[in-house]
């Protein structure tokens, strides 16, 4: 395994540009598919004054070294666009609350981070929706209560509205769980098996400029031995078991969480209580990619 870090704010070349794009061509009739679900909650939640419970209604602590403008500035012609993002998003994050997440660092966190960039162009209709989504390589993106559950769980010892220091994420995929962990704490640590992938996640992410987030290629199981311990863990990935090495790269009173099981997968928090000891919770059931080995 390499010790290779990427480090941001990265170079912004490969993405910045103007846009070439011609205006559309307004269509003769609207056709309803199911892609303009999101479209219509977020005009639902527009037009009726659905709010956000009041702690996510605010914007979240910015991170130390995380970049003032979250979304790349728009050209006059597509903050209408932008506007409408901003809405479903909203109308994303009071879904995942009466999901019953109620951390407001959580949910202002999923609210301030745009999912669609972090989706191929295809799917991005519906990157707003309570489902995963497939990223290329047989992995996907989780859905957002599953992302916001997770961290809220890995949440639980801290004082509200307060950060963790160190976290570990164990399967960066297309980087979109790593960009809402930077909201929450003070540095990120994100590793991913997969090279494709791995470079993926650094496009996505380029563009937001987040200084606290270090994205690692190599094999997960092994964490990192070297930056530990942590103050929280994120599989992304389910296994029979939680690594060994994961377990003991945990700081004590901190608490993992992972997808663990085969078929029958249930979430697991683990917390460490000791030099040698460690107690686990059965959260609730779902369903994840299985963790491996190496790298690819």
């Known amino acids: 395994m390499t010790d290779k870090r990427s480090t941001f704010p990265l170079p912004l070349s490969s993405v910045t540009g103007g846009d070439s794009r011609k205006p559309r061509t307004p269509a003769p009739a609207p056709i309803a598919t199911p892609q303009t679900a999101t479209r219509n909650a977020a005009h639902t939640a527009v037009n009726k004054g659905a709010a956000l419970p009041p702690a996510a209604s605010q914007p979240s602590p910015r991170p130390p070294g995380y970049a003032q403008a979250h979304v790349p500035s728009a050209p006059v ?97 297309c980087g979109y769980q790593a960009a809402v962990l930077s909201f929450v704490a003070r540095e990120v640590y994100s590793i991913e098996r997969i090279k494709p992938l791995h470079e993926l ?53 901190a608490h993992l969480v992972a997808p663990v099981g085969a078929q029958d997968q249930r979430l697991e928090r683990i917390t460490r209580i000791g030099k040698s000891e460690w107690t686990s919770e059965t959260l609730e059931a779902c369903h994840f990619v299985p963790l491996r080995p190496g790298i690819i």
């Open 77 to 173: 012609a597509q903050r209408s666009d932008l506007m409408a993002s901003e809405a479903v998003r909203r109308a994303m994050v009071a879904r995942v609350a009466r999901q019953g997440v109620k951390d407001g660092v959580v949910l202002a966190a999923m609210e301030a981070v745009p999912r669609h960039l972090f989706i191929e162009p295809a799917l991005s209709a519906q990157a707003y929706i309570d489902a995963s989504l497939p990223i290329g390589h047989n992995q996907t993106i989780s859905q957002p209560y599953i992302v916001a559950r997770m961290i809220e769980a890995m949440r639980a010892a801290t004082a509200p509205g307060g950060q963790l220091n160190k976290v570990l994420e164990i399967g960066t995929g």
């Open 201 to 253: 996640a650094k496009t996505n992410l380029r563009p937001l400029r987040i200084s606290n987030l270090r994205l690692q290629y190599g094999d997960g199981m092994l964490g990192l031995p070297q930056v530990a311990p942590f103050d929280g863990i994120i599989l992304a990935a389910a296994g029979l078991e939680v690594p060994r090495a994961l377990l003991e790269q945990l700081a004590i009173g």
